[in-house]
């Protein structure tokens, strides 16, 4: 499963099984997301699945805000690792 994989790199890093950490609970958020985003291809009228993707967005965006503000090196990483923003190059 990809999320005991992800535990994996977590804890190669860190040492410790940490998945209370703002990095794990994004990429829970992003693997519920893409789940729903899937099942709405199937499903086009299932709007309270649409309103908990909405509510599931809006708390991945308020942990990702809080982790730019706390250390924007471990955001730049994440962002890259999950391949959830366009990468803007200059």
């Given amino acids: ?23 794990f609970q994004v990429f829970s958020f992003t693997n519920k997301i893409r789940r729903l985003t899937s099942h709405f291809e ?18 991945r965006q308020r942990l990702l805000s809080y982790l730019t503000k706390k250390n924007i090196m471990r955001y730049k990483e994440l962002i890259n690792q999950l391949d959830i923003r366009e990468s803007k190059t200059h």
Avoid: A, T
């Fill in 1 to 23: 499963m990809v999320k005991n994989s992800f535990i994996s790199v977590i804890s190669q890093e860190e040492k410790k099984e940490n998945v209370g950490s703002v990095e």
């Fill in 42 to 59: 199937l499903h086009k009228k299932d709007y309270l699945s649409q309103i908990g993707l909405r509510k599931i967005l809006g708390k």
